[in-house]
């Protein structure tokens, strides 16, 4: 019996695909991963204004506690680097996110959702 990666399938799938059409000089060697055309330029973006006043809402509120985004992270059970994107606008919020970070900031949904 002959090892996986001796397989003529694994040894297709390990060659680089060669991007015939396309004008880079550095390489013609195709990789997704850091290709600008399949990167997400949330800089350049135009946010949501709900998206942005939720997130001004949940830094007050969090600001209010005296938190910083990692304690409050922590707190919520959530990645620093998601609320700082939710705080900027950038992240469009599940609604059981929302409610774990209404239960983090101590108030109720309502009070965090209201005249967005």
């Known amino acids: ?3 996986q990666r001796d397989c003529p399938e694994v040894r297709e799938l390990n060659k680089p695909y060669v991007n015939f ?3 880079s000089s550095k390489s013609d060697t195709y990789r997704p991963w850091n290709d600008s055309h399949h990167q997400t330029k949330l800089h350049t973006m135009k ?3 709900l998206l942005t006043g939720l997130g001004q809402r949940i830094r007050e509120y969090r600001k209010a ?5 990692e304690a409050f992270a922590a707190e919520c059970g959530l990645d620093r680097t998601y609320i700082g994107g939710i705080e900027r606008g950038e992240r469009n919020v599940a609604i059981l996110n929302l409610a774990v970070i209404a239960q ?3 108030i109720s949904m309502s009070e965090l959702l209201s005249d967005l």
């Open 1 to 3: 019996m002959r090892k």
């Open 65 to 69: 506690r005296g938190l910083s985004q």
């Open 47 to 49: 946010r949501h204004p």
């Open 104 to 106: 983090g900031l101590e």
């Open 21 to 23: 059409q396309s004008n």
